[in-house]
């Protein structure tokens, strides 16, 4: 018995949780030894249909396989299956029973496959006694510093080194703070190529950031006014 065998990874909204998912989903699907189904909770549970059903729905359309939802549940009684379940956190509170029984379901159903949920800390509860969890972890300083030399790569645009940029928000705890996650990190980033300094009020900066968006100026090759 290889013990427990599901997960559930926590990170704040814009750590990388949907991403880690799709990337794991990806990796796995080229290694021939896993067969990994990814798929969100809300719509599993608005669709009202089971997992096999629906997955075997989506790929009949363009790829008829007799007996595919037959086939992946051998597979996931032989532990081969990697149920990758994004979004517990935006179950509505009512339904979140009916969440936790699905899951619940699937960890009796496949015991030895792997079952990876994600989901927010804040009002996290355990969906099931045999779910262990994962916290994904801010990025430290020499990623941070990577993921800025990779975008700032992108533009043509006059922009700060790496190093530079990583300076501005090490000033102010706040900044710093928002630079630990990678989609706030992306935002920061922004601002730096528009020649902008992030404000230090909350408020101020998602206001800063919100007109960049909605003008399209984050496109790639977008004009800058």
């Known amino acids: 018995d290889r013990g427990p065998v599901h997960w559930v ?8 949780k949907t991403t880690l998912l799709r990337h794991l989903c990806a990796t796995l699907s080229r290694t021939g030894r896993w067969i990994p189904l990814y798929a969100r909770i809300p719509g599993l549970l608005r669709s009202g ?3 096999l059903a629906r997955v075997e729905q989506s790929i009949q359309v363009a790829h008829p396989v007799p007996g595919l939802a037959r086939h992946l549940d051998e597979e996931g009684g032989k532990g081969r299956v990697v149920l990758l379940l994004d979004g517990l956190d935006e179950v509505p509170r ?13 960890a009796r159903r ?13 009002g996290y509860t355990r969906p ?4 262990r969890e994962l916290d994904l972890l801010p990025l430290d300083r020499p990623r941070r510093l990577r993921f800025l030399a990779q975008w700032f790569s992108r533009s043509a645009a006059a922009v700060p080194s790496p190093e530079d940029a990583l300076a501005t928000f090490e000033d102010n705890a706040s900044l710093n703070d928002l630079a630990g996650n990678p989609l706030y990190l992306t935002f920061l980033a922004l601002l730096l190529e ?6 230090r009020s909350r408020h101020v900066l998602y206001d800063q950031i919100l007109e960049i968006l909605l003008e399209g100026r984050h496109r790639i090759g977008a004009e800058r006014i």
């Open 128 to 131: 099931g006694p045999t779910f």
């Open 49 to 51: 249909t089971e997992l």
């Open 9 to 16: 990874v926590r990170g704040a909204p814009g750590s990388g």
């Open 110 to 122: 496949w015991p030895r496959s792997v079952l990876v949920v994600t989901s927010r800390p804040i």
């Open 194 to 199: 528009e020649g902008l300094t992030p404000s």
């Open 94 to 106: 009512d339904r979140l029973p009916e969440a936790r029984q699905l899951l619940g379901g699937l």
